[in-house]
């Protein structure tokens, strides 16, 4: 049974792990074999400690594995992550965990919410009601890739409460 919870610093490591399969797994097809070497060995445990202190950052269990992770920046409005391993992806785990940071937007008086989608992403979040604007360049640690800037008003959203 698939859990969604707040994520502890503990599970920096998990989090890691689902990150990278993720990117490897997912994103080929839409990304050069360089982009996805270079996006996924930037990756460090560390880096989620900070955003999993700020939060909200949510981690999603089978178990005690971790098999997906959200977070959003709330000064911003910016869902920063939300990625799902892939033996996980079309169950519902990633609606979840987005579900949960909208349920916190909401909650935080936000508006409306923005990000950034890989190109792999944008039918997920098309498909949660987030509209496309154009195509643009994302810096990540290691250069500029291609993303979908794409928003999403919450007031679109006030009457769905959807688990």
């Not at 698939?2 to 503990?10: C, F, K, L, V, Y």
């Not at 792990?17 to 990756?43: F, T």
């Not at 990633?94 to 916190?104: F, K, M, P």
Request: aromatic share 8%; glycine share 10%.
């Amino acid at each position: 049974m698939i859990t969604i919870r707040r994520a502890q610093q503990e599970d920096s490591e998990s989090i890691l792990q689902v990150h990278i399969r993720a990117i490897k797994e997912m994103c080929i097809g839409h990304y050069s074999q360089e982009e996805v070497n270079l996006w996924s060995n930037v990756l460090k445990p560390g880096r989620y400690i900070k955003a999993i202190v700020r939060g909200p950052f949510f981690v999603a269990t089978d178990g005690d594995a971790i098999v997906g992770f959200s977070n959003l920046n709330q000064k911003s409005g910016e869902v920063e992550a939300v990625y799902v391993d892939p033996g996980y992806v079309g169950l519902g785990v990633g609606r979840r965990l987005l579900q949960a940071l909208e349920n916190e937007a909401r909650d935080a008086g936000l508006t409306s919410l923005h990000l950034s989608a890989s190109l792999n992403a944008v039918p997920f979040y098309e498909k949660a009601g987030y509209r496309s604007q154009n195509h643009t360049k994302h810096l990540l640690p290691f250069g500029m890739v291609e993303c979908v800037p794409m928003v999403k008003e919450m007031a679109a959203v006030a009457g769905e409460q959807s688990g």
